[in-house]
């Protein structure tokens, strides 16, 4: 059976939306939203599952999030945007999921393995349970590509493994197969105080990352004194081997730049670091300023965000309606 085409992605709404997820996921997204059918989710019930967040400050960040994604692009007429917990069809089939996928698998997660680190007695059993619960946001709608950062590959492969166990168990193909879609040249940008460590909405640092909503002095000043080493760039990509922090911040230039990888090293090349974070900091604030810009207008006007947020909730259901009859029908639950 062929499946239609529809993308799937979501971004958890827990505030300091970063450039990490820009280049690697929203910039992608806006440019798949003209050729292909979008669906557009704040995860808002992923969000709670590493620790407890207050409620204002929940409805704040799912609002900022919306409002970024639209200021960076995305057509909310176009695509559906919504915030998970709208569509309830979510979680009933994260339920079927968690009675499909394996402990096994499940226990071989490194993001669980991450977020958990020592405290693996004392975490909730929905960050256990998160990648289930993903798994039904990507396949409640039957979507076939999902746009994701490196990060999430594994989860990916997880929902494929989920899917086929369904299908198999059941001998109807009701699922398809979902392909991650990882591209650009920024697919996994790295915090500015550790090149080996990923950017992060959780590290503790503010330093460590450039958020959606820093001023244009605030960028300036975090890539001022963003880590480096004392070599001027290079002129090769080899040049750049055991030079993570030099590796990340001309990674960054180039995809806001919109360059190849090798177009940015031979235009830096024997450049110093203060001079490259000059040119830097202009493209940073050159791309992200009319972004910040257009998202604080639109947080000035929560009447409009929410509006947004409850008809891509409306149209959301409407596509998942049909698949979890089918889901039913398939198990066996007898519907209402
Ligand atoms: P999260 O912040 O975990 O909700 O991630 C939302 C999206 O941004 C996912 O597609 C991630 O893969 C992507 N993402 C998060 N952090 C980074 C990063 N440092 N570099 C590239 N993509 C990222
Ligand atoms: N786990 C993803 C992250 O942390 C967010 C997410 C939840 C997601 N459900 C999704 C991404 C479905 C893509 C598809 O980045």
Redesign the pocket.
Known sequence: MAFQRRIF?G??PTGNLHL??Y???VRNWVALQNDFECIFCMVDMHAITASLIDPDELRRSTRELACAMIASGIDPKKNILFNQSQNPDHATLAWVFNCVARMGWMNRMTQFKEKAGKDRENVSLGLFAYPALMAADILVYKATHVP?????KQHIELTRDIAQKFNFDYQKEVFPLTEPQIFGT?????SLRDGTK????SDASDQSRINLTDTADAIADKIKRAKTDPNPLPDSKEGLEGRPEAQNLLGIYAALSNKTMDQAIAECAGKGFAEFKKMLTEVAVSVLGPITAEMRRLMDDPGYVDGILRDGGERARALSAPVITEVYDTIGFLRP
């Open positions: 992605s971004i958890q990490g997820n280049l690697g996921a994701v950062g490196e990060d999430q920024a697919t996994r940008v790295m990923k950017m992060s909405k």
